[in-house]
């Protein structure tokens, strides 16, 4: 009795996981920072992958984070309305470049959230768990490697 729950457990989860990753399926890419410390990302390029980005996530991976890339540079504002965990977020011009820095967004639990803008035009926003621009001596200047795009930024 015991081996057939077991059994219909793991079929359920074999056919429920593609449904929850499909929930985020997103395409991936790599970010590599000065230090060598490798970011995995998924990719928020269309409107709507933007507007939902990282809400509702209850964890984030160390080295796990949300990268948006835009049409147009600008100074594109983020702001945390839904977002469960706190995020340090990256403003990158088209070379990779480092442009503003925002440290330990925390989540908003109220419904009207402030929003986030950066202190120079952007072409991608990254996003990362909190902590990890001074875990890993970020700073604006800095130069990252964006890999996975459908043209790639480096150095």
Not at 26 to 36: A, H, I, L, M, N
Not at 99 to 115: F, G, H, M, N, R
Request: a positive charge; proline letters at 6%; aromatic letters at 8%.
């Amino acid at each position: 009795m015991k081996r057939h729950l077991m059994m219909a457990t793991l079929a359920g989860f074999v056919l429920v996981s593609p449904l929850l990753r499909a929930q985020y399926a997103t395409p991936r890419g790599e970010v590599v920072f000065p230090d060598k410390t490798q970011v995995h990302v998924e990719i928020a390029e269309t409107p709507d992958e933007r507007a939902k980005g990282l809400m509702f996530r209850k964890s984030l991976g160390e080295t796990d984070g949300m990268l948006f890339i835009f049409e147009e540079r600008g100074r594109h504002a983020f702001w945390m309305k839904n977002t469960l965990i706190s995020l340090d977020l990256f403003w990158l011009d088209r070379s990779g470049k480092v442009v503003s820095i925002a440290e330990a967004i925390p989540p908003c639990k109220t419904p009207e959230c402030p929003t986030y803008p950066p202190t120079a035009e952007a072409d991608y926003v990254l996003e990362v768990n909190a902590g990890f621009a001074k875990k890993h001596k970020v700073k604006v200047g800095d130069t990252l490697v964006l890999k996975g795009l459908k043209k790639t930024v480096s150095q």
